[in-house]
């Protein structure tokens, strides 16, 4: 009710709690004409409010902004004279929304679950909660779990299935909580319950080796296994695990002897198992494509399924008939009919998003690093950017290191590229730590990322002797990395590995080409000794990409000349709209971008869909789209 279209030109928000960083909140302020931009650093902050506000606003254009301070620190009165006068002020906090509840709990919530608390409040009569009450309301309400109702295995087991099936990440301190009910009693004594409940992977190893006991006591009745395979409520969940690749099936005799149920989990003919799983997990897919107005982690999830149907489509391609090859482009199609628009409504927010559990844009990786860094305790810390390495792609990568090494652990999460997804964009956006907004003067160039990277960890209290950048790696013995390392004061290091990205500008066989490609360097074991080196010499590593690539078709090749600012295959950005409307009208299927977090005068105009700007009906693996 407080955000009524044309109601202020200028909002001021006290916004302690992060109520306005909920997504839905977002996409829905911003679908009444309000864009919001936070107060957290002053200079940042004019440079954004200046160039992108207040000098439209002289010309007469109006665009409604609410200036958000999300510190308990800030108060609306620390802001500069000139907003104070101009500013409409309000102030949100959930000991307002949520009196009877108590504060800290709530405050430790993930905002996505304050629709749920809210729902349920409504309807909560009595005296107000005590910690441990409302430590319960939340985990019945927000995640389904009653704690006192945990007795049996099969009880523990669903709850531990629905929360990693969805990935849903409890708080630490529900973590805390519901340990110390489990470890009450003798039920759990032999089961890692701190390592399973916290962390999906882990329990998804604890799964795996609990499958082959189970199956093990299939021949032997004196093998024990912890886990319930066969009650009902576990087999649902597990037959989804094998499917989604979450699970590997593993080889036994006499398979005839199994449940029928239990046969998705072994070997039996590696092909007709996956081309059975293939066409499994497409029609789960196709059942499931998220649609608009769903929470960007609908699309993350999402996926990565889209990635481990992609791996099986190119490696079973032979095994296809021409029909499924046909089915297969229509699903292409669809998949980006449904994502487009999704990334026209809801993108626009995504960079105001928390990222203290895990980062959801791509600048806001070393800021997830730093926070990590200290509250972790962290001495030397390392960021590797492989350029333009697909979801699909790291599939590939990541289960050759599993075959090399099977004391691999990956802790996996999915951050969105900046648009267009070029690499001086979204690679650049990486190591300044910001949109590209604020990097305008160097957009079309990746020559600043060194000083950007300096820049972003001078700020976080590092000196500048103790951090380096080593770009265009050669590989795991390359004498500008062996430099770096021989620094004996270096704590943070960033490294960029350009190798899928020259394998994608070079590829003339789309998908199947790139996937082979990316196997064979991958099985050459570089990326394997850069990874062991840097473990060796004391660093956390984090590891990403900067932008993905795609196979697509061109619709032909804009002719444009000195018009256009940086010619891409899938984008082209102009410093003039009307250049950019020129185009366009010749490009009927090409996509006008919103330029969410550009610089002012940069108009991106967008391929479309599955499509390049390059010669008609010539297909290319390229970047630069949604």
């Given at each position: 009710?407080?955000f009524?279209p044309?109601?202020s030109r200028?909002t001021?928000?006290?916004d302690?709690?992060?109520l306005?960083?909920?997504?839905?909140?977002?996409?829905?302020?911003?679908?009444?004409?309000f864009?919001?931009?936070?107060?957290?650093?002053?200079?940042a902050?004019?440079?954004?409010?200046?160039?992108?506000?207040r000098?439209?606003?002289?010309?007469?254009?109006?665009?409604?902004l609410?200036?958000?301070?999300?510190?308990?620190?800030?108060?609306l009165?620390?802001?500069?004279?000139?907003?104070?006068?101009?500013g409409?002020?309000?102030?949100?906090?959930?000991?307002?929304l949520?009196?009877?509840?108590n504060?800290?709990?709530?405050?430790?919530?993930?905002?996505?679950?304050l629709d749920?608390?809210?729902e349920?409040?409504?309807?909560?009569?009595g005296d107000?909660?005590t910690?441990r009450?409302?430590k319960?309301?939340?985990l019945m309400?927000?995640?389904s779990?009653?704690?006192?109702?945990?007795r049996?295995?099969?009880d523990?087991?669903?709850?531990?299935?629905?929360?990693?099936?969805?990935k849903?990440?409890?708080?630490?301190?529900?973590?805390?909580?519901?340990?110390?009910?489990l470890?009450?009693?003798?039920?759990?004594?032999?089961?890692p319950?701190?390592?399973?409940?916290?962390s999906?992977e882990?329990?998804?190893?604890?799964l795996?080796?609990?499958?082959?006991?189970?199956?093990?006591g299939?021949?032997?009745?004196?093998?024990?296994?912890?886990?319930?395979?066969?009650h009902?409520?576990?087999?649902?969940?597990?037959?989804t695990?094998?499917?989604?690749?979450?699970?590997?099936p593993v080889?036994q005799e006499?398979?005839a002897?199994?449940?029928a149920?239990a046969?998705t989990?072994?070997?039996?003919?590696?092909?007709?198992?996956?081309?059975?799983r293939?066409?499994?997990?497409w029609?789960k897919?196709e059942?499931e494509?998220p649609s608009?107005?769903?929470?960007h982690?609908?699309?993350?999830?999402?996926?990565?399924?889209?990635?481990?149907?992609?791996?099986?489509?190119?490696?079973?391609?032979e095994?296809?008939?021409?029909?499924?090859r046909?089915?297969w482009?229509?699903?292409q199609?669809?998949?980006?009919?449904?994502?487009a628009?999704?990334?026209?409504q809801?993108?626009?927010?995504?960079?105001?998003?928390?990222?203290?559990?895990?980062?959801?844009?791509?600048?806001?990786?070393?800021?997830?690093m730093?926070?990590?860094r200290?509250?972790?305790?962290?001495?030397?810390?390392?960021?590797?950017v492989?350029?333009?390495l697909?979801f699909?792609?790291?599939?590939?990568v990541?289960?050759?290191?599993e075959?090399?090494?099977?004391?691999w652990?990956?802790?996996?999460?999915?951050?969105?590229?900046w648009?267009?997804?070029?690499?001086?964009?979204?690679?650049?956006?990486?190591?300044a730590?910001?949109?590209?907004?604020?990097?305008?003067?160097?957009?079309?160039?990746?020559?600043?990322?060194?000083?950007?990277?300096l820049?972003?960890w001078?700020?976080q209290?590092?000196?500048?002797?103790n951090?380096?950048?080593?770009?265009s790696?050669?590989?795991?013995h390359?004498?500008?990395?062996?430099?770096?390392l021989?620094?004996?004061r270096?704590?943070?290091?960033?490294?960029?590995?350009?190798?899928?990205?020259?394998?994608?500008h070079g590829?003339?066989m789309?998908t199947a080409?790139?996937?082979?490609?990316?196997?064979l360097?991958a099985?050459?074991g570089h990326?394997q000794?850069l990874?062991?080196?840097?473990h060796?010499e004391?660093f956390v590593v984090y590891?990403?990409?900067d932008?993905?690539?795609?196979t697509?078709?061109?619709i032909?090749?804009?002719?444009?000349?000195?018009?256009?600012?940086?010619?891409g295959k899938?984008?082209?950005?102009?410093?003039?709209?009307?250049f950019?409307e020129e185009?366009a009208?010749?490009?009927?299927d090409?996509?006008r971008?919103?330029n969410q977090?550009?610089?002012?005068?940069?108009?991106?105009?967008?391929a479309?869909d599955?499509k390049?700007?390059?010669d008609?009906?010539?297909?290319v693996?390229g970047?630069?789209g949604?």
């Open positions: 009710k407080n009524k044309k109601i200028l001021l928000v006290a302690a709690d992060g306005l960083t909920e997504e839905g909140m977002l996409s829905a302020i911003r679908e009444r004409g864009d919001l931009i936070p107060f957290d650093d002053p200079i902050f004019r440079f954004a409010y200046e160039s992108q506000y000098s439209q606003w002289d010309l007469g254009q109006n665009t409604d609410v200036v958000v301070l999300r510190s308990a620190e800030q108060q009165n620390k802001l500069p004279f000139d907003l104070l006068k101009a409409r002020p309000l102030t949100f906090a959930l000991h307002q949520f009196p009877k509840l504060y800290p709990v709530i405050a430790g919530l993930d905002r996505a679950y749920a608390v809210d349920a409040y409504q309807k909560q009569d107000q909660l910690e009450e409302t319960d309301f939340v309400h927000c995640f779990i009653v704690p006192k109702l945990i049996k295995p099969v523990l087991m669903k709850v531990l299935l629905s929360l990693h099936s969805r849903a990440r409890l708080p630490d301190f529900l973590v805390e909580y519901l340990l110390e009910s470890t009450k009693d003798a039920t759990f004594e032999t089961w319950v701190a390592e399973i409940l916290p999906r882990s329990f998804l190893r604890f795996q080796d609990e499958w082959k006991a189970f199956l093990a299939q021949a032997d009745p004196s093998q024990t296994c912890r886990v319930p395979f066969s009902e409520d576990v087999r649902v969940y597990i037959d695990f094998f499917l989604e690749g979450s699970l590997t080889e006499n398979i002897k199994l449940p149920w046969q989990g072994v070997v039996r003919d590696p092909s007709a198992d996956a081309m059975r293939f066409r499994g997990l029609r897919f059942a494509i608009a107005g769903v929470s982690r609908e699309w993350q999830q999402a996926a990565q399924r889209w990635a481990e149907l992609v791996v099986m489509r190119w490696e079973w391609d095994s296809l008939e021409a029909a499924d046909t089915a482009s229509e699903l199609t669809t998949v980006e009919d449904a994502f628009p999704w990334m026209m809801r993108y626009g927010s995504l960079h105001n998003l928390p990222y203290h559990q895990q980062p959801v844009m791509v600048h806001q990786i070393p800021r997830f730093a926070v990590e200290t509250r972790k305790k962290i001495s030397k810390i390392a960021l590797l492989l350029d333009g697909a699909d792609q790291w599939l590939l990541k289960k050759n290191l075959v090399c090494d099977k004391a652990r990956f802790r996996e999460s999915m951050a969105f590229a648009v267009p997804t070029l690499t001086s964009v979204t690679r650049q956006s990486i190591f730590g910001e949109p590209p907004l604020y990097f305008p003067d160097s957009l079309a160039t990746t020559a600043k990322e060194k000083a950007h990277w820049r972003f001078e700020d209290g590092v000196q500048r002797a951090i380096d950048l080593v770009t790696l050669d590989g795991p390359d004498s500008k990395l062996e430099t770096a021989g620094n004996p270096l704590s943070v290091l960033g490294i960029v590995w350009n190798k899928v990205d020259d394998i994608m590829m003339q789309q080409g790139m996937h082979n490609q990316v196997r360097w099985s050459q990326l000794q990874l062991v080196r840097l060796d004391g590891l990403t990409a932008h993905g690539n795609v697509a078709t061109g032909g090749n804009p002719r444009e000349g000195v018009l256009v600012e940086t010619k899938r984008a082209r950005v102009y410093d003039r709209v009307q950019l185009v009208v010749k490009f009927p090409s996509v971008w919103t977090g550009l610089p002012p005068a940069q108009y991106v105009l967008l479309g599955l390049a700007f390059t008609e009906g010539t297909e693996v970047h630069g949604v």
